[in-house]
């Protein structure tokens, strides 16, 4: 099966630029999230969605991120303005959770978009 | 909220030994699953094992075991006879309510040849 794709790779721009980046989930997988790796720790949780719906926003910092999952398929993940502190990989990764007590489904990462901000 | 600490953040070994990953976990949740992820050089994460809550056997899978001990809220994880290509940023994980990943700070391993 065809992994979690994302787009782009690596995307350097300058602060208070703005910034998309593109997932789209493994075929099926109902949940969908975006996770921030800064340089040496564990990810964060960003956003989950469950199809087209947010589940979790908690830790989006809103005044800047947006993102959205139309169709409850592909997500965009967007920056503006960008901040220096937003130098960071981020990951998407998908599962097949249908039901919140379905914990076991593991998640599946893309390979994340390397942003650097200068 | 879930927390996830691993005290090691760098583990060198020489091919062929073993290294152990310890991981401590925090949850008010009794139903919770606990996964180790690798994250080789190239960037990606990819799922290793997985353990849920309510059954503490512990296994091997290859050159993978874990030690699953509830009473002190420890996952810990074996690589045996360590080989190059699993030199990698290991993170320990905890599902619980929500379907939401917390993540360790993730070790650093290091194997030489």
């Known amino acids: 099966e065809a992994g979690v794709a994302q787009s782009p790779r690596y995307k350097i721009i300058e602060k208070r630029q703005s910034v998309a980046f593109w997932c789209n989930p493994i075929?099926?997988?109902?949940?969908l999230y975006w996770y921030q790796q800064i340089l040496g720790q564990g990810p964060k949780l960003l956003i989950q969605f469950q199809n087209n719906g947010v589940v979790d926003d908690s830790q989006l910092p809103k005044d800047r991120f947006s993102a959205e999952r139309l169709k409850g398929v592909d997500s965009t993940l967007k920056i503006q303005p960008a901040k220096l502190e937003d130098s960071a990989v981020y990951l998407c990764?998908?599962?097949?959770?249908?039901?919140?007590?379905?914990?076991?489904?593991?998640?599946?990462f893309g390979n994340g978009t390397r942003l650097t901000v200068t | 909220a879930q927390k996830v600490t691993q005290a090691q953040t760098e583990i060198s070994v020489v091919e062929k030994e073993d290294v152990t990953l310890d991981c401590v976990y925090e949850?008010?949740?009794?139903?919770?699953?606990l996964f180790w992820y690798k994250q080789p050089p190239s960037g990606e994460l990819v799922f290793l094992i997985r353990r849920n809550s309510f059954d503490e056997q512990n296994e091997i899978s290859g050159r993978y075991s874990w030690n699953f001990q509830k009473s002190t809220s420890s996952f810990n994880f074996t690589i045996t006879a360590s080989q190059v290509v699993d030199s990698a940023v290991y993170f320990c994980?905890?599902?619980?309510?929500?379907?939401?990943?917390?993540f360790g700070g993730g070790t650093r391993v290091l194997v030489k040849p």
């Open positions: 990764a998908s599962s097949l959770v249908r039901r919140e007590s379905s914990y076991n489904s593991p998640l599946h």
């Open positions: 949850t008010r949740d009794t139903t919770y699953y």
């Open positions: 075929s099926g997988h109902a949940t």
């Open positions: 994980v905890i599902k619980a309510a929500g379907n939401k990943l917390t």
